[in-house]
């Protein structure tokens, strides 16, 4: 029987709905670099 070091898939399971439509509101606004999410992102890596 083989142990995974690591099952990130399993791990991500429950986050998979959300981390899908994050992806897809960010390719439609085509704001890869700077723009609303990034803010966003780094406000929240702040406050981490």
């Given at each position: 029987m083989t142990v995974p070091l690591l099952d990130?898939?399993?791990q991500h399971e429950s986050l998979m709905p959300q981390?899908?439509?994050v992806?897809?509101?960010v390719?439609?606004?085509g704001q890869f670099i700077?723009?609303?999410y990034v803010q966003q992102?780094?406000?929240e890596l702040a406050k981490y």
């Open positions: 990130l898939g399993r981390l899908r439509q992806f897809e509101d390719t439609r606004s700077l723009g609303e992102f780094e406000n």
